[in-house]
T-cell receptor
Framework: EAGVAQSPRYKIIEKRQSVAFWCNPI?????LYWYQQILGQGPKLLIQ????????DSQLPKDRFSAERLKGVDSTLKIQPAKLEDSAVYLC??????????FGPGTRLLVL | KQEVTQIPAALSVPEGENLVLNCSFT??????LQWFRQDPGKGLTSLLL?????REQTSGRLNASLDKSSGRSTLYIAASQPGDSATYLC??????????FGKGTRLSVIA
């Protein structure tokens, strides 16, 4: 069984530029999460999808972050414009309802 | 609001030693607790998942216990090896909800 796929693995941009990350969850997993992990911290939720609907986006900085999961499978997370403090690892995870969350390798973002 | 704390923040032990990592959480109304391993620059690997009705789970040299009423979990690693060096993260959730993570314990096993 293929795991959660994410791309790109690394991205370096300058502040005020835009960037997009992609996630392909495990086949059949209806629930998809995006987490942000700042160096030295545990991951924190940005947004949770159930199929193509948003369940929880209370911690998403909506003035600059957006995410979508149009067909209930793949998801994209966008930052526009990026700030220095957005430098972090962005982790995507998927699960069956209430089950173990499986994480992708993450995208490491550096904003200069 | 659920908060998860992990102690110690960092730990260095000689190879072969048994060790315990601690995790505590403020809201005991959890659905499950997971222990993850994270290698530098990598994603998260799930090690053990304990349902709220369970007291412990074992996988090889790893044993995780859960005392839900006191809001505590421990991860026991037997006969540690240099390959065990990584950051260990504890996380809880309440059903089909996001995981709430601790900051992790950075473990170094010295050969």
């Amino acid at each position: 069984e293929a795991g959660v796929a994410q791309s790109p693995r690394y991205k370096i941009i300058e502040k005020r530029q835009s960037v997009a990350f992609w996630c392909n969850p495990i086949s059949g997993h209806a629930t998809l999460y995006w987490y942000q992990q700042i160096l030295g911290q545990g991951p924190k939720l940005l947004i949770q999808f159930q199929n193509n609907g948003v369940v929880d986006d209370s911690q998403l900085p909506k003035d600059r972050f957006s995410a979508e999961r149009l067909k209930g499978v793949d998801s994209t997370l966008k930052i526009q414009p990026a700030k220095l403090e957005d430098s972090a690892v962005y982790l995507c995870a998927s699960s069956l309802a209430g089950g173990t969350q499986y994480f992708g390798p993450g995208t490491r973002l550096l904003v200069l | 609001k659920q908060e998860v704390t992990q102690i110690p923040a960092a730990l260095s032990v000689p190879e072969g030693e048994n060790l315990v990592l601690n995790c505590s959480f403020t809201d005991s109304a959890i659905y499950n607790l997971q222990w993850f391993r994270q290698d530098p620059g990598k994603g998260l690997t799930s090690l053990l998942l304990i349902q709220s009705s369970q007291r412990e789970q074992t996988s090889g040299r790893l044993n995780a216990s859960l005392d839900k009423s006191s809001g505590r979990s421990t991860l026991y690693i037997a006969a540690s090896q240099p390959g065990d060096s990584a950051t260990y993260l504890c996380a809880v959730n309440q059903g089909n909800t996001p995981l709430v993570f601790g900051k992790g314990t950075r473990l170094s096993v010295i050969a």
